[in-house]
């Protein structure tokens, strides 16, 4: 279960950002989490829950915001969800390269 090693690098990163601004309490925590990643949204909450327990971050929201996986077609310009991971341009053939859709970032933390 990869989603174990991802809780704890989010709240890794939570933690040492808190440290550095002196913050008390983590209340939330916002993830952008790319299609493409494969993380099990129920498996990562469920992972950060038993991990946060007694630290700064304990009851903090993982506020989760899912990036759709688009791509770009460098012959025709197009740009568009990919799906079923299929990178072939439905208007000309040409591949598709990945614009968005692997992120897997914290993107915000709200303290106090």
Avoid: W
């Amino acid at each position: 279960m990869h989603e174990m090693a991802i809780a704890e690098g989010i709240l890794d990163i939570a933690l040492d950002y808190a440290h550095k601004n002196e913050a008390e309490h983590i209340r939330k925590i916002g993830l952008l989490l790319g299609e493409m990643t494969g993380v099990e949204t129920e498996a990562l909450t469920f992972c950060f829950t038993s991990l946060v327990r007694g630290t700064m971050a304990e009851g903090a929201e993982l506020a989760l915001k899912r990036v759709p996986l688009i791509g770009h077609c460098a012959q025709c310009g197009r740009r568009q969800p990919i799906r079923h991971y299929n990178f072939i341009c439905p208007a000309c053939g040409g591949g598709l390269a990945i614009v968005s859709g692997r992120e897997l970032r914290v993107e915000y933390l709200e303290m106090e």
